[in-house]
């Protein structure tokens, strides 16, 4: 009997593969990348199947994923994430493989009441209906908490043998992993960059300026501090890494700034590029460069050199143009807008 098991590198959906091979259950796991998040993950995921003894099989989330992130049809959490509809997406291909696969059905590592937006009980009968896998999707850490699905009522796992587990507390399935002899997990949080706010504000102000969702754009928004200055962005490095970074993103028709004969930033310019954005952007450099100049020295290209001689930004003015995260009000005027689909 075969089964298709989502394994994201953590802790529940390893400890869910494990049951699921202790019950004699054929497991063919799979991995969805993504880059919202950690890279660490594909490791521990291969990790986990290499000390389990099941294959892996990753996937790579892309474009058509992006419009997910970008508009979903469940909302979002807390930040930028629909976790609601992220979750269904990756079922749905799931279900796909298990079709291909001949597999029976797909299990996954989800906790009744651990994550507050795609875990609660309404959430996980959404998810499994929406995902076309209604009977077939088995939550082994929970289901003696949900009602018996297919897999259970036709024999094809014990119920007795599965678990009851509830809450964000990880005592128990840590407890259960050292029992079992389950490791190489990583350690469990949230790991996922559209919980945090400080880059769903990056990535939500992308898409009120039109922009689309890419691999490239995730890239930038992962960098450096970033300004918004009316049709201008700024990002500003934060050390040499991030300076170096910078400068291997710039496009054309983007401005690189760095200050002249002292350490300091390198600042990346796009969008609407003018003598006044170019002082802002140079201003914003000057800031975080060690120079004390008063009349501070930068450099300036996107093809051709300039210079300019800027003061500081100050910290009226750096607070003014940081995006930042102004709220769920923000969030609904991108959904009534449609959102950016992505390319």
């Not at 590198?9 to 993504?34: C, Q």
């Not at 939500?204 to 450096?224: A, N």
């Not at 200050?259 to 930033?265: A, F, K, L, N």
Request: net charge positive; aromatic share 6%.
């Amino acid at each position: 009997m075969r089964a298709i098991g989502l394994i994201s590198g953590g802790l529940d959906s390893a400890l869910a593969a494990k049951i699921m091979l202790n019950m004699g259950v054929e497991v063919i796991g799979v991995h969805f990348a993504s880059p919202f998040w950690s890279g660490e993950a594909g490791a521990r995921a291969r990790r986990i199947s290499e000390d389990l003894g099941f294959p892996l099989r990753t996937i790579e989330l892309g474009e058509d994923y992006f419009g997910v992130i970008a508009s979903p049809r469940h909302g979002y959490g807390a930040a930028m994430n629909p976790c609601i509809d992220c979750k269904i997406f990756m079922l749905k291909r799931a279900k796909e493989i298990m079709e291909e696969s001949g597999a029976l059905f797909v299990f996954t590592g989800e906790v009744l009441g651990e994550r507050p937006m795609s875990q609660g009980p309404r959430a996980l009968k959404i998810i499994e209906r929406e995902s076309g896998l209604e009977g077939l999707l088995l939550r082994p850490l929970s289901a003696k908490l949900l009602d018996e699905t297919l897999v259970e009522k036709r024999g094809w796992v014990s119920r007795e043998g599965l678990l009851a587990l509830r809450g964000r507390s990880r005592r128990d399935q840590i407890r259960m992993a050292r029992e079992l002899g389950v490791s190489g997990y990583l350690t469990p949080a949230g790991g996922c960059l559209l919980t945090d706010r400080g880059f769903s504000a990056k990535l939500l102000d992308l898409l009120e300026h039109g922009g689309e969702l890419s691999r490239p754009e995730i890239e930038r928004l992962k960098v450096g501090r970033h300004f918004r200055y009316g049709g201008s962005k700024i990002i500003v490095g934060r050390n040499e890494e991030e300076n170096g970074i910078l400068r291997g993103l710039k496009g054309p028709g983007e401005v690189l700034l760095e200050v002249i004969g002292w350490s300091g930033p390198t600042a990346l310019l796009s969008g609407d590029v003018s003598e006044e954005s170019i002082r802002i952007a140079a201003s914003l450099t000057a800031r975080y460069s060690d120079c004390k100049l008063d009349a501070v020295p930068v450099a300036y290209w996107d093809g051709v050199r300039g210079e300019v001689s800027v003061g500081r930004a100050d910290e009226g003015l750096v607070e003014g143009l940081r995006i930042k995260w102004r709220g769920r009000p923000r969030l609904r005027l991108i959904l009534e807008r449609g959102g950016s689909r992505g390319k």
